[in-house]
């Protein structure tokens, strides 16, 4: 499995959450020296508070699923 397929499959266990909240991150790009690059999209991309659910849901996953990953960032 490749990282890229790996951070795919960490970000399905994070999306029923945000959807539930009317949002969802989209995977934009993942470097071959771990670093992930995501999109906060539909209530995500608005929500006053999109730092805290980057940090603390979708990075969290992110890391604890593919722990070769280094940074996550949003764009």
Not at 28 to 52: F, Q
Not at 68 to 73: A, G, L, N, P, S
């Amino acid at each position: 499995m490749t990282l890229k397929e790996k951070v795919e499959k960490a970000l399905e266990s994070v999306r029923p959450h945000l959807q539930a909240d009317g949002g969802n991150v989209e995977l934009i790009d993942v470097s071959e020296d771990g670093i992930v690059k995501v999109k906060l999209t539909g209530a995500c991309g608005s929500c006053p508070m999109p730092a805290m659910t980057l940090q603390y849901g979708v990075t969290n996953a992110i890391k604890e699923a593919v722990p070769e990953v280094k940074e996550v960032q949003a764009i």
